[in-house]
T-cell receptor, first 114, second 114 residues
Framework: DGGITQSPKYLFRKEGQNVTLSCEQN?????MYWYRQDPGQGLRLIYY???????QKGDIAEGYSVSREKKESFPLTVTSAQKNPTAFYLC?????????????FGSGTQLSVL | AQSVTQPDIHITVSEGASLELRCNYS??????LFWYVQSPGQGLQLLLK??????LVQGIKGFEAEFKRSQSSFNLRKPSVHWSDAAEYFC????????????FGPGTRLSVLP
C-alpha cells in the first residue's frame, strides 16, 4: 500500500541534543512538508520541499533543519537551538506542491523533552 | 495573507444528532478550501475540498460543506453523527498564488455522547 511512514512514533530529547525524525513516502510525490502541531494552534509549517535537493523555510523554521537527498525521504532534525521542541510532528506530501492538491499525512511523531 | 478561524474549540453532540462545524477564512480571492479530520495520535485525512463550481460539496463519511462567499465561510455539516466521528476537525485554506502554502485553522474537537 502507498503511503507515508513516520518514525519513531515517540521520541525523547535530552537537553543539548539533536534528534532526527524520519519521513518516507512511496507515493512518488514531488512535494513533502513538515508541520508542527501544538494543542489549540492547528498545524504550523516548518519546512517544505517541492523537488529533490531543494527545500524552503516555512513559518517556524528556527531550530530545525531538513534535507531532501532522495525523492522518497525528507528527514527533520530538531536541533538544540529549538528551545521548546515538545510537540506532535506531522510529515505530509502532495503530488506537485500546489495548494489545490490533497495533502497525504503520516501518523506523526510525538517529541518530548526529558 | 490568508487566515482561518474555527470559532468553536470543542463541541459535544449526541449520537444521531446533526452537526455543523464553523470555519471562516480571510483571503482576497476565492480560495481553495479543505476540511481534514484527525483521530487521536494520528495524521490528518481529507474529508472534502472546494475549488470552484457548486458551492455545496460532498465528502467522505457522509460529510458535506457549503461555501458562502458573502460570509467568508465554509462550514462542515453532517445530518446524523456516529460515535466514530469523534475526532478533531481542521479547516484549511490554499492560495491561488504560487509559492504560498496552506493555512490551517486551530481545529475543533468533536465529542459524541452515546
Amino acid at each position: 500500500d502507498g503511503g507515508i511512514t513516520q518514525s519513531p512514533k515517540y521520541l525523547f530529547r535530552k537537553e543539548g541534543q539533536n534528534v532526527t525524525l524520519s519521513c518516507e513516502q512511496n507515493l512518488n510525490h514531488d512535494a513533502m512538508y513538515w508541520y508542527r502541531q501544538d494543542p489549540g494552534q492547528g498545524l504550523r509549517l516548518i519546512y517544505y520541499s517541492q523537488i529533490v535537493n531543494d527545500f524552503q523555510k516555512g513559518d517556524i523554521a528556527e531550530g530545525y533543519s531538513v534535507s531532501r537527498e532522495k525523492k522518497e525521504s525528507f528527514p527533520l532534525t530538531v536541533t538544540s537551538a529549538q528551545k521548546n521542541p515538545t510537540a506532535f510532528y506531522l510529515c505530509a506530501s502532495s503530488t506537485r506542491g500546489a495548494t489545490n492538491e490533497k495533502l497525504f499525512f503520516g501518523s506523526g511523531t510525538q517529541l518530548s523533552v526529558l | 495573507a490568508q487566515s482561518v478561524t474555527q470559532p468553536d474549540i470543542h463541541i459535544t453532540v449526541s449520537e444521531g444528532a446533526s452537526l455543523e462545524l464553523r470555519c471562516n477564512y480571510s483571503y482576497g480571492a476565492t480560495p481553495y478550501l479543505f476540511w481534514y479530520v484527525q483521530s487521536p495520535g494520528q495524521g490528518l485525512q481529507l474529508l472534502l475540498k472546494y475549488f470552484s463550481g457548486d458551492t455545496l460539496v460532498q465528502g467522505i463519511k457522509g460529510f458535506e460543506a457549503e461555501f458562502k462567499r458573502s460570509q467568508s465561510s465554509f462550514n462542515l455539516r453532517k445530518p446524523s453523527v456516529h460515535w466514530s466521528d469523534a475526532a478533531e476537525y481542521f479547516c484549511a485554506v490554499g492560495s491561488h498564488n504560487y509559492g504560498q502554502n496552506f493555512v490551517f485553522g486551530p481545529g475543533t474537537r468533536l465529542s459524541v455522547l452515546p
